[in-house]
């Protein structure tokens, strides 16, 4: 790994930057957030970030900006490698240097080749289980990372901006690699994926369902390469294993089958403070605070979804992972959790299963009970009647 000293950030305007916590866990650079309450620091480091691109990608994504993104329906089954690029971005605002790309295999950076690795992972999984691209139709087949990224901190974020992930290495004694990381690779494409579906506002209970779906989205990609069932004893349900260094020690970031017991006593992180039930949930939570708890909160869904996968059984990503993706696709920008809820039961009448729905049904419904979500029932009785067209896998699945 390579090692990089510590550095002074300025902002835009000579000043010192505070880069906030949130941004250790794999934020989004939004730019609506800026009209809710954006802290400072974090708008400090959007406009580093903002300052470091070239003028021309700014100047198309911000004419686009308003519009909802759509992502790219593929032909179910089908599948073309997408081009894959990463960059070195140490010498920020210098131009990146390429390090790794599906023709240039030669690089001496060990975390360009292991994150190139965790590309196609997520690459194969879009494309081979949803039928889509990862980064979006207008910008083709191209998904680009840059990594040693001194704006990105210890952390890692997919800015809509640039179209790209960025991944810092700041402090390496406390943090190992994020680059080298397949579940930090595969969470930010998720945001990615996320943005293209549903562009769900990263604030409050719909920002931790924007997280909590990028940790599932992570789970998934996790899940098929290592070619697990969800309820299979040796099938990890912890996001970015070994990630987090304690005197030591190595730890996940997460736990999606036990949220809020990840790690304890980081140096800077402290204590996983993630929730797993609405009883725990803070209307109020500081909007300042990580943009009110959306990795906090992002718990609740996570285990959710444990709940309902390992009830299910077999592969998360056949029966949980289509109603989840069904219910983000139909999710409005700010859903509760109540009305994320809601959609996965009807996504679960919408989708055409090949084992009977009632069991399915009772499964997602009991684990949103069992986390406190409340949801709407809707069709419960007529959901198994013959003759309801079954929508077809490759309109939102
Ligand atoms: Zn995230």
Same mark, same amino acid.
């Given at each position: ?9 300025? =902002? ?14 794999? =934020? ?31 100047? @198309? ?47 001496? =950076? ?12 997520? =690459? ?81 209970? @719909? ?191």
């Amino acid at each position: 790994m390579q090692l990089i000293p510590a550095r002074t950030k300025r =902002d835009v305007l000579g000043e010192e930057v505070e880069i906030p916590s949130a941004i250790l866990l794999g =934020d989004v650079a939004y730019p609506q957030l800026f009209s809710q309450g954006t802290p400072p620091s974090f708008r400090a480091y959007y406009l580093l970030s903002k300052a470091s691109l070239p003028s021309p990608t700014l100047t @198309s994504e911000h004419k686009s900006i308003t519009v909802r993104p759509s992502l790219f329906q593929m032909t179910k089954g089908a599948f073309q490698e997408s081009l894959k690029q990463v960059w070195d971005g140490l010498k920020k605002p210098q131009p990146l240097t390429l390090l790794r790309s599906n023709t240039q295999l030669e690089c001496s =950076d060990i975390e360009a080749h292991e994150c190139f690795n965790g590309m196609t992972r997520v =690459d194969r999984f879009c494309q081979k289980v949803f039928s889509v691209q990862p980064t979006g139709e207008d910008i083709g087949h191209l998904m680009r990372v840059e990594i040693h990224d001194p704006y990105a901190f210890n952390g890692a974020c997919w800015s809509p901006m640039d179209k790209s992930v960025h991944c810092g290495d700041h402090d390496p004694l406390r943090f190992n690699s994020i680059a080298s990381n397949p579940d930090i690779i595969a969470h930010e494409f998720g945001h990615a994926v996320t943005y293209y579906s549903s562009n769900l506002d990263y604030v409050r209970q @719909s920002g931790a369902i924007n997280e909590s779906l990028s940790d599932i989205f992570a789970i998934m990609v996790k899940h098929r390469q290592a070619k697990v069932s969800a309820d299979a004893p040796m099938a990890s349900w912890s996001i970015a294993e070994n990630f987090l260094s304690i005197e030591g020690r190595n730890f996940p970031l997460r736990s999606m089958s036990n949220p809020g017991s990840a790690f304890r006593a980081h140096p800077l992180l402290g204590d996983d403070d993630q929730i797993r039930h609405m009883r725990d949930y803070q209307e109020d939570y500081p909007l300042e605070k990580d943009h009110g708890g959306v990795h906090k909160y992002a718990g609740v869904g996570n285990y959710a979804f444990y709940l309902a996968a390992t009830k299910l059984g077999g592969p998360s990503w056949k029966i949980a992972g289509k109603i989840w993706r069904c219910a983000l696709v139909r999710s409005q920008r700010a859903p509760t959790f109540s009305d994320f809820a809601t959609e996965t039961l009807k996504a679960v009448e919408d989708i055409s299963f090949k084992i009977p729905k009632e069991p399915i049904y009772q499964a997602v419904a009991q684990a949103w009970r069992d986390v406190g979500v409340t949801f709407r029932e809707r069709g419960v009785g007529t959901m198994l009647l013959e003759g309801t067209p079954p929508l077809q896998d490759s309109s939102c699945c």
